[in-house]
Every structure is written in C-alpha cells, then in structure tokens.
C-alpha cells in the first residue's frame, strides 16, 4: 500500500497533523516518497520486518518499542506527538489526531475492506455477550453451514469450523481487519461479534457499520481509572453501537430503554423490541421450566414466531438470550422454527454456567464477574438447588474497582460461603483485593475464606460441600492462564479442577 493513499485517507478522516521526515516538517507528502510503500502493518514491535509502517499507540507506550521498530526495518510510524529523538533520521513519522482511529483507517483499507464482504452482527450488553453469540452463530450455521465466524471472548472462528483462543473481547482494529480479511479468504459470508465498551472507547470499531445490533442489558461495569470513570461514560459508549448500526435489537426491560429507542429514532435506526411478559413488544417471551420458553409475536419485523423453544444453558436469563439471537438470526436469514428449536438446544457455550456433579454436590463454572452477571447465577441456583452456595471468587487486579464492590454485595446477598481467591491478580496484591472485597460484604452470617492459591482455593471449597450444596466457580470459565505480573501464567482451568477434586471427594 502507498503512503500516499495513508495520507490522503487519514485527511479525509480529518486525523492528520502534519509529516515529518529528515528534519523537516510537511503537510504534502515529500516528493521523494510519492511512490513509497509498505508491505506490513503491526502495532507490536516483535512482528515488525522491513518497510512496516509501525502504529505507536497507548499513553504508557515505551520509546524503546519504536526504537526496536526502526532497527528492524519500520520506513514510517504513525504517532500522536513528535518523536524528537527519530526527527532527523530517513523515517517517516505520520502525527495524527487519533492513533487508534488512525490505526483503525488505515488497517481497514490495508485488508482491503474485507468489511464489505460480510453481514455483520455485534452484540453488547453488560453479561450474556457471549453466550448471546454462540446461540446467533449456531443458529445461523443451521442454514449457512460453514460460512459463519465468530469474535468472542472465549475464542474466535475464522474459517467456519476451528475455533481459536481469545484474547480481547473485540480485538484492536489492526488484527479485527486482519482476521475478517482472512475470514472472507476461507469463503465465510457472516460474523458473529460481541462489542465490549472498550471496543468503542479505544475505536476498535471505529467505522464499522454493524448489519444487526443486539443490545442485552447493562448495569454499572468496568468502572476505573484506566477504563470507564463513572457509569454515564460507560453507558456512553455501549449506546455508540446504536448510530452504527442498521437494525437494533433491544430488550424493552433493559434500563434506559427509551433514550436508547429515541436515539435509534434519531439517526434512522430500524429497533426491534423484546421483553419478558411484555405485550408492548415487538415479540415476547415467557419463561417456563427446564429450559423451556414461549416466544410469541406482537408485530411481525423480522419474521413470524409463536410456538416453543428450548435450550440446554440453564438459568432463566439465557431465554432472554436465546430471544435476541434468534431475532439477530432472523433478521439476515429466514430459518424454519424446527431448525431454531433444534440449533438452541444443541448449544453449549464452553465455562458458561456448566454444571458437574458427585455424590449430591454440584459445581458450576461460569465466567461471571460483575453484579448481574453474579446475581442472576445466583438466583439461578438458589431456585434449583437446596444446599447452601458456597462461592470462590476473586477480582482483576489494577482496574474494575467497582467490581470489589459488586463482588461483596452479591456474596452478602446470595451466599453461604465465600472463598476469596486469585483471579487476574496482574500486578497488584491479591491480599488487596481481598480486603478491597470485604469491605463491602455486610451479611455477617456470611462465612469468608481466604486462600491466594487458586486451585487450592477451589480443593478447599469442594471439601466443605455437603450432598445438596452447590459450589459456585467464578470468573475464569475454562481460561487456562492466570495474568500475572504482565505474563501469563499457565493455569490447569477450573472446569479441569472442579471434575478432578468432585471425584477425589469421599461420598
């Protein structure tokens, strides 16, 4: 790709300050690299060869990246500020406004718009991202076999059949084009993404236009310094999915419901509506028991639906779920309400409430983490199973302090035991979190552990079940690494650790 298209597209985006090269300072390209190109693009100094044009993103970014960068072959790099100490050297530096929305300008034409290529369905929502995704994408392979992908935050599908582990819940917008470009290479037609509010507050989605928006819920999240500083910017930039969208599909129950349907209004968004027992809907559904639910139709927008539907996910929030993928489904593909009914049950979303049992004690391993996503498990369990709950949580380190907070009112509500435990420590001390934990715990009945190790922690919890107790894994799913320190350990996963220890138990 020439250097002259990355300049023209980052003006027309209206991103570019100015040019620097050997000293000088330009607004035009210089003469002499009119015709110069690049042939790789990479924000990770280690991926970098000859004629890359490097992206310096982050505000903690260290000069000794770019450094590296150049050494190996960098011709330009595009930056926020001047880089004084490279000003003088035969390396082009691009100063823009906005380097991840540079980034994400530039990535997209450099994957040649691949974009363009797909029908595209995101998802938000404070919990059931995930799960949300995994029903949209089955149900949708029921009639498009092999020709849907995936982003999620447990694993990506970029050629219809393998899945691949995760490691953002939307990728940075260099490697989201790259993968869509090599997605639309292995012939796949849709994708199936969740959309996290940091994909909008760091423009990792900058300029893309979803074909379907599915807007579950929220409730207060990822409040901290480094993320979202208070809930009005959170909520802020889960409703930016809303004017980049074509058609949303938003639960009536979800708080803020009118603001969210007036904005639609306002940039023409088509809105379809759902909501448990609610006739004002578009379509709504009843809950029943043992997976089953009614959909039923109040006004036809993407398809005519009444009858019964099932799925094998237990907890009572996943028929809302199941309710917003089958709308999504609907709206770029016409499926039969047999072959719906027979994609749901058949569903399982890997560390997403699995339940394993021996003699009378349940475990459930989960990926929940905030107070909706922990409270409506809860509720989920204490409903099904008689025993006490006993929990084993933690909390990420160095960021999501409202989390802590969640954390301990959701225990002093629902549980009967609490083991605290390693998370994602990264570089904070556990033993702070802990205590950061605590603090909000006001049910003193509840009985409070702490064990840093986090399988020990789990050993511990399974050894004091009783026959009937349900033991409640929390936050890690089947992740098989802990972040700590700034690596990634390797972690065995509690769906391995709650199988190994449920049957090393004494009956």
Known sequence: MFYSKVIKLLKDEGLLKELIYKGNYYYELPIELEQSEFTALSYDSRQVKKDTLFIRKGIHFNEKYLISAIDKGCSAFITVSAIPTVVTQDVLQIVVHDEQKAMATVAREFYGNPQDSLKIIGITGTKGKTTTTYFTRNLLQTVLKGKVGQ????????????????????????????????????????????????????????????????????????????EHPDFDDYLNCKSQIIENTKRLILDTGVPYSRMLQ?????????????????????????????????????????????????????????????????????????????????????????????????????????????????????????????????????????????????????????????????????????????KDIKKYISNKQLEVFVEVDRELAIKQAIKLARPDDVVFLAAKGREKFMHEGGQDIPYTGDDVLAQKYLEGREG
Do not use: W
Request: hydrophobic share 40%; net charge negative; proline share 2%.
């Open 151 to 226: 982003f999620s935050s447990i694993d990506n599908l970029l050629d219809g059949v393998n899945f691949e582990q995760s490691h953002l819940t939307t990728p940075e917008s260099l490697d989201l084009y790259q993968m869509m470009r090599t997605m639309v290479d292995n012939g796949l037609e849709y994708l199936v993404m969740e959309v996290s509010s940091q994909a909008y507050k760091k423009m990792r989605v900058y300029g893309l236009t979803f074909d379907t928006a599915i807007f579950l819920n929220i409730s207060p999240d990822h409040i901290s310094q480094v």
């Open 262 to 434: 007036e904005k639609a209004a306002y940039f023409g968004v088509e809105v379809v509506t759902y909501g448990q027992d609610d006739s004002a809907s578009d379509y709504e559904y009843h809950a029943k028991n043992h997976g089953y639910f009614e959909i039923k139709t109040n006004k036809d927008k993407v398809g005519n639906l009444n009858g019964n539907l099932q799925v094998k996910i237990p907890g009572h929030f996943n028929y809302a779920n199941a309710t917003a993928a089958v709308l999504a489904a609907l709206s770029v593909v016409k499926i039969p309400l047999d072959a719906l009914s027979q994609s749901l049950i058949k569903t399982v979303v890997p560390g997403r409430m699995e339940i394993f049992e021996n003699n009378g004690v349940v475990v459930c391993v989960d990926y929940a983490h905030n107070y909706l996503s922990l409270t409506e498990s809860f509720k989920f369990l204490k409903h099904d199973y008689h025993g006490r709950l006993i929990v084993v949580i933690g909390a990420a380190g160095g960021k999501a302090q409202s989390r802590r907070r969640d954390i301990g009112r959701s225990l002093s509500e629902y549980a009967d035991v609490a083991v605290l435990t390693s998370e994602d420590n990264f570089d904070e001390d556990p033993k702070n979190i802990f």
